[in-house]
């Protein structure tokens, strides 16, 4: 196995990283390869949260996180559902309002697509 160091600029807004041991080809940008998540940096405003009622955050963990992304950015995407183009998300709650509370336009996001069944499980 290879260890290496991937350094990107902040103003980097997504990218996808693939790699084979056997140089066969993967898929092309933004592909997620076989069709496995991708990240990306999405609008919050386009994210729906359908359970957001359900419970309260903790505002001392959503100070915290406040006061870790604005020093050294988001470490942890948030994993959303993108259900025929609408985006769905249903953790990352605490850095969701972290990021709302902050004013910041957009959050990274690691997004799987999924059928409408697959949104109807996770609303169960």
């Known amino acids: 196995m290879a260890n290496f160091v991937l350094q990107v600029p902040k103003t980097l807004r997504s990218f996808s990283l693939s790699a ?5 080809s993967v898929g092309g940008p933004q592909s997620g390869g076989n069709g496995g998540p991708v990240m990306v940096e999405l609008p919050l405003d386009q994210i ?10 903790d505002p001392h963990k959503v100070k915290e996180l406040m006061d870790s992304i604005e020093e050294i950015g988001l470490q942890v995407p948030i994993d959303v559902l993108e259900v025929d183009g609408v985006y769905y998300g249903f953790s990352g709650c605490h850095r969701y309002e972290a990021h709302q509370r902050l004013g910041l336009p957009t959050i990274r996001c690691k997004v799987r697509r999924g059928t409408k069944e697959t949104l109807r499980h996770h609303l169960r």
């Open 20 to 24: 084979t041991s056997n140089g066969a």
């Open 48 to 57: 729906r949260r359908p359970l957001m009622r359900t419970r309260a955050n």
